[in-house]
């Protein structure tokens, strides 16, 4: 995309103005201060202050940053294969991927919702959301490995979600596109407006062990949903979702959904709805969905495919759904830490309208309507109107707030953050970004606790940020300064995929549940050997089974005879291990899938389907001591039919006799 | 570091843009000390042990024998066979008569110490070149294998 004439005319007038008052000169490098790398600045040894949880994108994947570093600790895989970590790769987690459509092997990851007790972040469990083939998935913080992944049904990309409530009690799961859902799915896609429906599915989020189940789904007229928020406080119990395409167009909705001077922020009454859902009030729906978990104990995934999900009609359901007047497609609706607030900020519109839950309520109750919206009231827009922002921008996607009654609204279009007063809706300052800023982020922005202290862009754009890398370039993250009147650039940081929403929390609250190692005594895993004495190899049919050991450096057996050519050897290693940070690789010559990489006390299993005879090598990959590079081993592939028998052993040198009659034989 | 006292003004389409180049509000620094933060996790460390924090008793504890037995088994047979035989890390036989109960207790619990300051420890990793793993053991499961040790020994 282009830099906008816009941006171009800022950096004109910034140059030359600042010329003027002798500040140093601007280019793209502008707006950072003199003291801007030590605040950034984390010491060798030293750790960083936040962990910032960033969505992938279209790699599929959740990546872990410090902050104010901007240092990439980790890439977390959640919907995508991952032949680095063996993930989708090796028996035990090919599971995870699994759908109503079979083995998904990608997904398009958007937005992270981490954990709270009374509004906020506690630190257990960070959830996303894939967009793609709709799933929703629980990343386990002290292992930071995917724990669950659940397909969601009657939904078709799941981009209005995770987005969670103050209590973890639900997750959230608005469909993007509304599609005809029910017994007639062959429809004409020109009859969107008879046949299509959306869905926003809440999902229960279990106290003690995170696992998630679809409590409900309410159905909604055929329009997209983009974003969402739970209330907070006093809106607790409520929650608001931004929605487009009130037009309910099929084609072309860049124009065709941008005709309508506001669109909605729909309000759900989740209490409400447990209520309904108490009295019976919801259907029953045949659907299917796939339900991923993965046993730490067993070190395995397993999938269920579910039947059945609830549906509540808001026309069998007064007062659970009302619809909000929003200008021109609003992407966030955030609430603010109070929970009396809701920003809506529409992509195209010229204002930021905030609204009053206090307001909202008073509305309802005299029921103060603009009409209904396919049976659903619809608000009075200056009715639950707390005010507008004037002129904040051009472009507003996505607010989030400190703990001074500030709110921070991107501006995609003009590309730039706006801090403004969430009482006296006065903006206050404003800062460029480079470019074109999609979601952004303070840590504990979203909670009713907001740590504050910086504020991280999320750019779509990065053209002349970083040395150039072809075609394609790094996404790129800034980090600004907020705990003074005046934000103010710090840092840029590349990120992997195309970062989109993110959360960051004090490290604290995570590092001290950082769990080390599996404890070897606890392996459930059906094919682990727990010491030396269980390494062995046994065929079953055209199936051989090594279960193997690995230990500082060597595996056990390391020399394997008997297979024969169409066989399929499963490649079962147990890491003996019990010290942190010594994981032992596994690969295998002509392998079609991954490596394995298997933390200490843990089993996985890779399955190796040889395609020719010989003799092939296998070694660790992962460098484990001074003699990493010994630890390897053979294992022997002979035709089918072969009478070698099946033999294993490590350390086992032949008898120099033997070798000599071998070698006479072999003549 | 240098730090600009000036501020300017741009005037911006409809807007005002405010570029400070002052000094911010300094970042509050703790240091954090990641090991005490982790210090109930599975992988431990043990307290070093003195001479005479182990006392020994004839005739061995038959259920302190089978239970080293079965940790040996999980967490020490990859490297250390019973005989004389050097595998990765030395073998057994005999080990209680090489070695003081203190000594043998501390490489199983304290590794990494011993490491870094025992002569005997630093000499058997210039010859097994691995540095031997912390196996999560604690202090009475090293006593158990000590014991069954003892009993590979010949002690009854």
């Avoid at chain 1, 608001?240 to 009130?246: A, E, I, R, V």
Wanted: glycine letters at 8%.
């Amino acid at each position: 995309m282009k830099q906008s004439n816009l941006q171009k005319c800022l950096w004109l007038a910034m140059v030359g103005v600042a010329g003027l008052y002798s500040c140093k000169p601007k280019g793209t490098q502008s707006a950072v201060s003199g003291n801007a790398a030590s605040k950034v600045y984390v010491a060798p040894g030293k750790y960083d202050e936040f962990y910032n949880f960033v969505s992938g994108g279209f790699s599929g994947q959740m990546s872990v940053y410090g902050l104010p570093s901007g240092r990439l600790f980790r890439v977390i895989p959640v919907f995508s294969v991952d032949p680095e970590k063996g993930y989708g790769y090796s028996e035990e987690t090919k599971a995870m991927l699994n759908t109503s459509h079979g083995f998904v092997p990608w997904d398009d990851l958007h937005h992270i919702a981490l954990s709270e007790t009374d509004g906020v972040q506690d630190g257990r469990w960070a959830f996303a959301n894939g967009n793609n083939t709709p799933r929703l998935a629980r990343v386990d913080l002290k292992t930071f490995r995917t724990a669950e992944i659940l397909e969601i049904p009657n939904s078709a990309g799941n981009h209005s979600s995770p987005f969670i409530t103050e209590n973890s009690e639900y997750i959230v799961a608005g469909t993007r596109f509304s599609v005809p859902v029910g017994d007639n799915l062959d429809v004409p896609i020109e009859t969107y407006k008879q046949n299509f429906k959306g869905t926003v599915s809440f999902v229960a989020v279990d106290k003690t062990s995170g696992k998630m189940n679809i409590a409900f789904q309410v159905l909604t007229p055929g329009i997209n949903f983009d974003l969402a928020r739970a209330g907070k406080g006093k809106s607790h119990g409520w929650f608001f979702f931004s929605c487009y395409n009130s037009e309910k167009a099929n084609t072309l909705l860049e124009v065709n959904a941008s005709q309508k001077d506001k669109d909605f922020i729909m309000c759900v009454n989740w209490k409400k709805a447990e209520e309904y859902m108490a009295a019976g009030k919801a259907m029953k729906k045949s659907v299917k969905y796939a339900h991923n978990t993965y046993d730490e104990s067993k070190h395995m995934a397993t999938s269920t495919i579910e039947n059945e999900v609830m549906v509540l009609d808001p026309k069998d359901c007064p007062g659970m759904v009302y619809f909000m007047p929003c200008p021109k497609s609003p992407h966030g609706c955030d609430t603010d830490p109070t929970g009396e607030y809701i920003v809506g900020s529409g992509k195209l519109a010229a204002t930021i309208p905030v609204f009053s839950f206090t307001k909202i309520q008073t509305a309802i109750a005299a029921k103060n309507f603009d009409g209904e919206y396919d049976g659903i009231p619809v608000l009075k827009y200056d009715a639950v109107l707390h005010g507008e922002v004037q002129k904040p921008g051009l472009g507003p996607l996505h607010t989030e707030f400190d703990a001074n009654g500030n709110a921070y609204t991107s501006f995609f279009v003009s590309s730039e953050i706006v801090k403004w007063n969430v009482q006296s809706l006065k903006v206050l300052d404003r800062v460029p970004t480079y470019y074109s800023i999609g979601h952004l982020c303070i840590p504990g922005g979203p909670t009713k606790k907001p740590w504050g202290k910086y504020v991280i862009a999320y750019n779509k754009i990065t053209k002349d940020r970083y040395l150039p890398t072809g075609p394609e370039l790094a996404q790129s993250a800034q980090l600004y300064d907020i705990s003074g009147e005046k934000m103010k650039l710090l840092l840029d940081f590349p990120t992997i995929g195309e970062p989109h929403y993110a959360e960051a929390i004090p490290a604290e609250l995570i590092m001290k549940n950082s769990q080390k190692i599996y404890k070897i005594e606890e392996n459930q895993n059906p094919w682990a050997a727990k010491g030396d004495n269980y390494a062995r190899v046994e065929r079953k049919g055209n199936e051989v089974h090594v279960y193997a050991t690995s230990i500082r450096s060597h595996f056990t057996p390391d020399n394997i005879e008997g297979v024969r050519l169409g066989d399929i050897v499963y490649f079962h290693v147990t890491n003996l291990e019990q010290d942190w940070d010594v994981p032992h690789g596994f690969a295998v010559k002509g392998a079609n899938n991954a490596e394995l990489l298997i933390m200490p006390g843990e089993t996985q299993t890779l399955a190796w389907k040889p395609d020719r005879i010989g003799v092939f090598p296998m070694y660790c990959t992962d460098f484990c001591s001074a003699l990493h590079q010994e630890m390897q081993g053979y294992i022997r592939v002979s035709p089918a039919g072969s009478n070698v028998p099946l033999t294993f052993s490590t350390g086992k040198t032949a008898p120099a006799i033997t070798e000599k009659k071998d070698s006479v034989t072999r003549k | 570091m240098k730090s600009y006292q000036l501020s300017s003004i741009v005037l911006l389409i409809a807007s005002m843009l405010f570029i400070s180049c002052k000094e911010g509000v300094k970042k509050d620094t703790k240091p954090v000390d990641v090991q005490e933060l982790t210090k109930d996790q599975a992988e431990t460390h043990g307290t070093e042990l003195k001479e005479g924090d182990i006392t020994l008793s004839t005739p061995l504890d038959q259920t302190k024998v089978a239970a080293g037995k079965s940790t040996y088994e999980v967490k020490c047979q990859s490297c250390h066979r019973l005989t004389e035989e050097k595998l990765v890390g030395p073998g057994w036989k005999d080990v209680t008569k090489r070695r003081q109960s203190t000594w043998i207790m501390n490489m199983i619990t304290n590794v990494e110490m011993m490491l870094e300051t025992d002569p005997e420890a630093q000499k058997l990793l210039e010859q097994c070149m691995v540095r031997m793993p912390n196996q999560n053991i604690t202090r009475d499961q090293a006593r158990e294998v000590l014991e069954y040790m003892r009993s590979n020994d010949g002690e009854k």
